[in-house]
């Protein structure tokens, strides 16, 4: 059974930082593109940030911008999400997810995306 597990979500004070790791089991997705997206209550799920297969190439939704990091270490955890400078409005419960079919080398569409995890839950207070 394929499974991406989030780690490192909490409650933290805004300005703060943290550190989302995820893992999978089952199957690798060294070759493959990751993403992070995030839902807020009473929204919908949102893209926060996209990496391709080698690193090669990064997407940021404009919110996080200069903020938020993604990277992966395809020997160890597929994906991380540095998250710094963080925001009230950066609440929510954050989902790691991989494309494993391939057609795009960094796919910012929910619908691309073929793998998701349960999430983890961050939360920043004012």
């Known amino acids: 059974q394929v499974q991406l597990v989030e780690s490192g979500g909490g409650l933290v004070q805004a300005g703060g930082s943290l550190r989302l790791s995820c893992a999978a089991s089952g199957r690798t997705f060294s070759s493959y593109p990751m993403g992070w997206f995030r839902q807020a209550p009473g929204e919908e799920r949102e893209i926060v940030a996209a990496i391709s297969w080698n690193s090669g190439s990064a997407y940021y939704a404009d919110s996080v911008k200069g903020r938020f990091t993604i990277s992966r270490d395809n020997a160890k955890n597929p994906v991380y999400l540095q998250m710094n400078t963080l925001k009230p409005e950066d609440t929510a419960v954050y989902y790691c997810?991989?494309?494993?079919?391939?057609?795009?080398?960094?796919?910012?569409?929910?619908?691309?995306?073929?793998?998701w995890g349960q999430g983890t839950q961050v939360n920043v207070s004012s």
């Open positions: 997810a991989g494309d494993t079919a391939g057609w795009t080398a960094l796919p910012t569409a929910q619908a691309r995306y073929n793998y």
